[in-house]
């Protein structure tokens, strides 16, 4: 059998590896408490889905590439109300099946195979499709190690490297860790990709995922050379509708409204009818912020109570735990598995052993389940098996 030879270099996507592990347990009839993959369980708002259901036509016809009108307006009321940015909703926005599929296509539209700047840099650990996109678009994968306080700075990487690169990937805040990028980091960054005439595509999908402070956007620093990338997955527990936008450059957001034609990953219109009212409800997010303070407030006292240490974390409804001193994050992430809490080991999310010694948690069992977890968790610290 011939097939694509980049398929043969990808790994196991982390998803895939984790649903196979914890099938195993499962099948032994262990509770499980799946921490493993963010997918929010908490109820899609009502009045979104009585809008996708009202939505449904008599006849089904094709949608197009840019949505309707009001669902632009819509966006670009959002953005003027959270980022106090102004967008053209005919030139600047355009509605995406979500945010994963801008990562995988939009390499596909930024690189020249015969170019020598066909360098994309992302960071690492991160979002796969950034590496993955990359390598079916014949780009040059460069995944920007992140450690300390995982937050990417772009500026600090050498000119030789920059001069050879066509797109930039930041994620703000960031998947796995949680880390988020201020104001002036988000300045700097932009400013350096002007000055190498590289394209910077900023990953908000956890946008409005955040405890206490909102992060910033890069919308608020500029759309030149820019593209914002949000979703409504997170932000509204729309995961299985696939529903996003991306805003900023007219002139880029042109290029991907043409390119979009091809691939036929258009969202509904069914879809972009919730979508519309969901970019236009601030409540909602709130409501759902509440319920995640309310969660990772029982386990940061937990974690504090057996020493358990958090990197960055500041946003999204991850924790980034390191290790306990001695044990790798698979053993450490096998030994909870057994117990039937599920984590997901850091080097899911990297590259040559980026993730190292740390395990993510992603807030996604309801808060009573949440307290269960804790009491199966602490038995497993108490034990200590990684010690015998």
């Known amino acids: 059998m011939r097939i694509n030879p980049v398929l043969n270099q990808l790994s196991t996507y982390p998803t895939v590896a984790l649903d196979k592990k914890k099938a195993a347990v499962r099948a032994r009839g262990i509770e499980l408490f799946d921490f493993g993959t963010g997918d929010p369980i908490e109820p899609t708002p009502a009045f979104i889905t009585e809008a996708i259901h009202n939505a449904i036509p008599l006849i ?21 109300r959270r980022f106090g940015c102004a ?8 509605p995406t099946s979500g ?46 190690v992140l450690t300390g306080d995982y937050k990417q700075r772009i500026w600090e990487l050498p000119k030789e490297l920059l001069a050879q690169t066509r797109l930039v990937w930041i994620n703000s805040p960031h998947n796995p860790s949680g880390a988020v990028l201020n104001r002036e980091d988000l300045r700097r960054t932009w400013e350096t990709c002007r000055e190498h005439d590289i394209l910077l595509a900023s990953d908000e999908c956890y946008m409005d995922v955040y405890d206490l402070e909102p992060p910033p956007s890069i919308l608020e620093v500029a759309t030149e050379g820019v593209i914002a990338v949000h979703s409504l997955s997170k932000r509204s527990g729309m995961t299985g509708y696939r529903s996003g936008f991306v805003a900023g450059d007219p002139e880029w957001i042109q290029v991907f409204r043409s390119f979009r034609v091809n691939p036929g990953v258009v969202p509904q219109d069914t879809i972009n009818a919730g979508a519309t009212v969901a970019w236009q409800d601030d409540e909602h997010p709130e409501r759902r912020r509440e319920t995640l303070r309310a969660k990772k407030e029982l386990f940061r ?38 117990a039937g809490i599920v984590v997901s080991p850091g080097t899911y999310f990297g590259l040559d052993g980026a993730g190292e010694g740390f395990v993510r948690i992603a807030m996604v069992p309801e808060l009573a389940n949440c307290a269960r977890a804790i009491e199966v968790w602490r038995g497993v610290h108490q034990q200590a098996p990684w010690k015998a």
Do not use: N
């Not at 170019?115 to 920007?144: K, N």
């Open 99 to 144: 945010s994963k599929e801008v990562c995988f296509h939009l390499p596909l539209v930024v690189i020249d195979r015969q170019a020598s700047d066909r360098t994309v840099i992302f960071p690492d650990p991160g979002y796969p499709p950034y590496q993955r996109g990359t390598l079916f678009a014949g780009g040059t994968p460069y995944p920007q």
């Open 301 to 338: 006292s937990f974690f504090e109570e057996v020493g358990l240490k958090t990197a960055a974390s500041e946003a999204t409804f991850y924790f980034w735990i390191r290790t306990p001193d001695g044990v790798d994050e698979h053993t450490y992430a096998d030994h909870l598995m057994e």
């Open 60 to 80: 089904s016809q094709y949608p197009t590439v840019a949505g309707s009108l009001e669902l632009r307006e819509s966006i670009a009321g959002y953005c003027q």
């Open 87 to 94: 967008l053209d909703p005919a030139t600047q926005i355009l």
